[in-house]
């Protein structure tokens, strides 16, 4: 069972929009949280992330906000680019289980922003 | 600096063979990760390492697969009778001390191809 859902696979947003990806969560336990960014043949980079005391976190362009008893989290970029575009993974982490440090991602959504 | 490199960037194996997949960490990171992704899916925990010792393997599919770390720095992952279902696109990440809020960082990739 998939514990960390990003339910649309792509997304089109026009330059200069707002772009929110979203991410869905099953386990209350994870208590940090990260989006990544990959652009073909690389591996995943890190852009943001919220630890679960808060509910945003702002890094230029980019926020993320965490809805915990939703177990939803989004990440917004305003305003979109072209080198935005990229395949965005949500991930996971912490808990008080012995694999507190491994990162469990989401299936990714492909971020495409026209020009 | 450098950041993680993985080599080969490529591997084409065929159905039963052995195969060895290197990565070269961030110098001074001791946390060393190996994941998984298939195509259309996120990464997928592998095993962990913290220094030379494997802390968590939970992710390994079977024990055709092993992982070493002996000094500390490079890991090699190793498949033996390699499956066509083996063929994915096998990430190393390291990050600086392991604790579950240190930032991971992804090398390039080796993509197997199992024929």
């Known amino acids: 069972d998939q514990q960390v859902k990003q339910n649309s696979p792509s997304l089109s947003v026009q330059e200069g929009r707002i772009s929110i990806l979203n991410c869905d969560y099953t386990n209350s336990m994870f208590d940090y949280f990260l989006w990544y960014k990959k652009y073909p043949a690389e591996g995943p980079t890190f852009l943001i992330s919220?630890?679960?005391?808060?509910d945003k976190n702002e890094d230029g362009r980019f926020t993320v906000f965490l809805n915990k008893s939703a177990k939803h989290l989004s990440l917004h970029i305003v305003p979109s680019q072209p080198g935005d575009s990229a395949v965005y993974f949500c991930?996971?982490?912490?808990?008080?289980?012995?694999?507190?440090?491994?990162?469990?991602f989401g299936s990714g959504t492909q971020l495409t922003v026209l020009p | 600096g450098a950041g993680v490199s993985q080599t080969p960037s490529n591997k084409v194996t065929e159905k039963g063979k052995y195969v060895e997949l290197r990565c070269d960490p961030i110098s001074g990171h001791t946390a060393l990760y190996w994941y998984r992704q298939s195509l259309g899916q996120g990464p997928e925990f592998l095993i962990y390492?913290?220094?030379?010792?494997?802390?968590?393997d939970s992710g390994l599919p079977n024990d055709r697969f092993f992982a070493v770390r002996p000094e500390g720095s490079v890991s090699t992952l190793k498949i033996q009778r390699t499956e066509r279902g083996d063929s994915a696109v096998y990430l190393c990440a390291s990050s600086s001390s392991g604790t579950f809020t240190d930032t991971q960082y992804f090398g390039p990739g080796t993509r197997l191809t199992v024929l």
């Open positions: 390492f913290q220094g030379t010792g494997a802390a968590d």
């Open positions: 919220i630890s679960s005391i808060k």
């Open positions: 991930a996971t982490t912490g808990g008080s289980s012995g694999s507190a440090r491994q990162l469990t």
